[in-house]
């Protein structure tokens, strides 16, 4: 390993094209946050937009803020910022709900559009709740629907003639390993199967191109990459080709064509909108309104060449300092999404001791670090100094203590 010096990581940070927009996020002193993976930092902006909105519209506004605040759009006019970062074309994605319901509802369409088909294919190491969602819609609907789930590897050879649609996330959670979102998609349609894809750890991540990819359907979460907050709302996105006639089984009002009209029987909204169910968490919306604005004059391109720089700093430097460490996310950056993750034994008491010197990633069963490399706000010299901490951790062994062996409920 090449040692890096500290004038080295300052001369990166004095050169880098988007130094200007880590104090768009505010941070408790002495934290390294390697965890926007898992939760996004905090905009400045998000918190003033969340003042406002309860301080102002809600107390003063009152009912009235559902027009003079344009509360009622939010849905929309969130998911435009966000088709932006994913290559999405206008109107074709809304926040709403959670990524769970938002994977139910668009399964929901996928499978109606190919009746004569029973299979939604995935792959082993999916996130979790997608297989859960999945494999709850084929019970419920009670026709002989079957989740199947093949090796990673396996997965071009099982789209057979009676796979309906293949259900993939872009960028493993454990693993931090991409797939090829347009390949595999050309794939699913040469099979005459639908494309969903899961974009959690990929939406503001790096650039998206749903678009250019054919992708026909896509879903991901609104307090990752895309810094909302916790439990922000969720994005889905449907391709134009099937916007018209759009209907899915969660009937709520706010999808309906005529909302206010309250008519007693349900007529599906146009486009976009179908997709909406129940009234939008306004609070939770205006903070990932506000969040997005983070990414104002930032080039995506920028974004995942510094990623990949940054990435390139930890592991090489890791590799150093704690070579009992074993990564196990590609080094090709095309291959990859941007964290990086590492398997030991005893990954949790590691990074608990990491937490403990104030840097912070996370772990996942059964044996994986987890450090996310979020651009927008991480600096050369955040990752280097991470790096020198893991080793420190390693070598005095910080990490064997019956404190940091405690799992906590959320781990």
Known sequence: MERISRSRMQEMDAADPLAFTRDRFAFPGGVIYLDGNSLGAMPRVAAARVAT??????????IRSWNSADWIDLPRTVGEKIGKLIG???GTVVAADSTSVNLF????????????????????????????????????????????????????????????????????????????MAGLTRAAHAAGALSLWDLAHSAGAFPVDLTAADADFAVGCGYKYLNGGPGAPAFAYVAPRFLEGLRQPLTGWLGHARPFAFAPA??????????????????????????????????????????????????????????????????????????????????YAIMQALIARGVIGDFREPDIMRFGITPLYLRHIDV???????????????????EFRQKAKVV
């Open 53 to 62: 909105t309860v301080g102002e519209e809600w107390a003063n506004g009152l």
């Open 88 to 90: 999405a074309a206008p």
């Open 105 to 180: 509802k668009l399964l929901s369409v996928a499978l109606s559009l190919r009746p004569d088909r029973r299979v939604i294919l995935t792959e082993e190491g999916n996130f979790p709740t997608d297989l859960y969602m999945a494999s709850g819609l084929a019970d419920l609907l009670g026709k002989g629907h079957e989740v199947r789930i093949v090796p990673p590897e396996e997965i071009v050879r099982a789209m057979t003639p009676d796979t309906a649609v293949v259900m993939l996330t872009e960028v493993n959670y454990r693993t931090g390993f991409k797939r090829d």
């Open 266 to 347: 349900y007529e599906p909204a146009r486009g976009i909108d179908a997709l909406r169910v129940g009234t939008p968490s306004v609070i939770g919306m205006s903070a990932l309104d506000a969040a997005l604005d983070a990414f104002d004059g930032v080039s995506l391109l920028d974004l995942r060449r510094k990623a990949d720089r940054l990435w390139d700093i930890l592991v090489s430097q890791v590799d150093g300092y704690a070579p009992e460490l074993q990564p196990i996310t590609p080094s090709d950056p095309a291959l990859r999404g941007t964290q990086a993750s590492f398997r030991h034994p005893e990954a």
């Open 384 to 402: 280097w100094k991470a790096a020198r901490a893991i080793g420190k951790v390693m070598t005095l062994r910080e990490w064997d203590k019956p």
